[in-house]
């Protein structure tokens, strides 16, 4: 079915459906308002789900994710819970909003991993390029922090097992700070969301191919491929929510710019606390578990990779529904 055909044989609904959210709204969710309402939501979900799979353009989808934005937060406004809310986010809503937008994401992504890969291979290539990225005592540092001598790897290695709450405290603020600045930066038309990505990316890029090249590849790959799977998943999120709002501001579409702004400032937001969420585990990860050393490298690369495809699989499956198509 055309774009134009599915507009024209479902237009009428969207309207009365935008009706009713503004009595709701206006009128703080009264009983009278709502008859047929969680019917007629759960066919504008349908409808969504229908344009995204057809391919249907950015702003009609933007449209209709906002309509469902806002009667998602109306029907349940009395009904659930707000620990009920955050798990229903969790294993649903955030799944379903990624591959929603996954053109952002994979913006994102390539942006990322592809500065990143491209910087481990040349400085593993031509090792003094690490330091065009890192100043020297920053590159002495990354190699203290992954002596395969030392007790416990990454930051503040010699630390005793009473600092790691001290220290999952301090990797959920640096690396909630690099998904905010990176979300943040959307605002510049989109230039500050690309230029964190790209420069997060050569940076790691720069020091995971400096370790590899002088033989620190097990403790450093072993210390990062468990917690990396929510870590980098999340900057590229956050990176995804900052090219949405940058986007909205160069291509507004139909809508006026402030308008398209709005609609990308709440799916924006969504996505980043989505973000945060993974950063939260990932930071826990890297404090109790990453960081150890009586794990062989063998269990960690297996507990990596298991936590990779969960990621993976969470991502590409949670959150999927089978309706009828019309």
């Known amino acids: 079915m055309t774009q134009d055909r599915f507009e024209a044989r479902h237009r009428q609904d969207w309207a009365a459906f935008a009706s009713q959210l503004q009595m709701l709204e206006r009128r703080g969710g009264r009983h009278a308002d709502s008859r047929g309402f969680p019917a007629a939501y759960r066919r504008l979900c349908q409808q969504l789900a229908l344009a995204e799979a057809r391919g249907y353009s950015q702003t009609l989808l933007d449209q209709l994710r906002q309509l469902a ?6 029907l349940y406004r ?22 929603g937008e996954w053109r952002f994401v994979l913006t994102a992504s390539l942006l990322f991993y592809g500065p990143l890969l491209g910087m481990a291979l040349l400085v593993y290539l031509v090792p003094d390029l690490v330091y065009s990225v890192l100043p020297a005592d920053q590159v002495a540092q990354m190699e203290s922090m992954y002596d395969p001598e030392s007790r416990r790897l990454g930051r503040f290695a010699e630390r005793t097992s009473m600092d790691d709450w001290m220290m999952f405290g301090f990797y959920i603020m640096n690396n909630v700070g690099i998904a905010f600045q990176t979300f943040a930066g959307g605002m510049l038309l989109g230039l500050g969301a ?14 995971a191919g400096h370790l590899t090249g002088i033989g620190y590849h097990q403790p450093f790959w072993s210390f990062v491929i468990g917690h990396g799977a929510f870590e980098l998943t999340a900057i590229t999120l ?86 009828a198509t019309a």
């Open 78 to 99: 009395h009904r659930s819970p707000l620990f009920g809310q955050a798990i229903g986010f969790l294993l649903q809503g955030l799944p379903r909003l990624v591959r």
């Open 194 to 207: 690309v230029f964190f990505l790209t420069f997060n990316g050569l940076t790691i890029g720069a020091v």
């Open 238 to 323: 956050a990176g995804a929510a900052g090219l949405r709002l940058g986007w909205a501001l160069v291509a507004p579409g139909r809508l006026r710019r402030l308008e398209a702004l709005r609609v990308a400032g709440a799916i924006g937001v969504r996505l980043v606390t989505g973000a945060f969420l993974m950063l939260l585990l990932a930071a826990f990860i890297e404090a109790y578990w990453s960081s150890m050393t009586f794990a062989t490298p063998t269990v960690k690369y297996a507990v990596g990779g298991l936590l990779w495809l969960m990621v993976g699989s969470y991502l590409l499956r949670a959150g999927r529904s089978h309706h």
């Open 69 to 74: 934005l806002r009667g998602h937060q109306q």
